[in-house]
């Protein structure tokens, strides 16, 4: 799939990259701040379903999957609202998941150091634009529910994607965008009160 640079004056090309679930090799070869578009099923999880799938075990095949950070607003079998959670809150809890075959993680904000290392030769962290709940709602559908008793926001939701933009946020190499931005940041703001 080829885009247009959204930013860059005269519109430059640049590759995009579709991914679909399940994920192999191919996110291996991924750069941080290439742009993706991620199809096929994805699976919610934030802080509960994390410490829920440890304690009671994956409940769907983790070989490949997508996990995306997210509490979505499901009404009627219908998306209504599915913008991703910040992802540090996941850093102590995402190992277990990508021990067992999980290829890529979606969410916001970038994860930790630890991530970053556990992501090492087996995947990938995608970065989703918060603030867009309604309009990541329109490129998903619901298929499955696991764990309903964690309430909407916690449960597994089993969501089919469909051409859902991103960028790779730190790559199998350890290159991580938003570490890279905190550190050049940091570098400015000491400058400043020199």
Known sequence: ML?????HG????????????????????????????????VYTARDEAHLMMEERGVPFDPQGAAIYHCGPIIINGRVIAAGPTTSARMNNLSGPLLDKGVRALVGKGGMGETVRGQLKGRGVYLAFTGGCAALAASCMKYHNIYYEELGMAEAVW???????????GIDSRGNDLFHDV????????????R
Do not use: H, M, W, Y
Not at 3 to 7: E, L, N, R, T, V
Not at 182 to 193: D, E, G, P, R
């Open 158 to 168: 089993e969501l089919e994607f469909d051409t859902v933009p991103l960028v790779v």
């Open 10 to 41: 005269g519109g430059v090309p640049v590759n995009v990259v579709a991914l679909r679930t399940p994920l192999g090799d191919e996110v291996l070869s991924l750069r941080a701040g290439d742009r993706v578009t991620l199809s096929g099923r």
């Open 182 to 193: 905190s550190c050049k940041a940091k570098l400015q703001f000491s400058s400043l009160f």
């Open 3 to 7: 885009g247009i640079a959204a930013g």
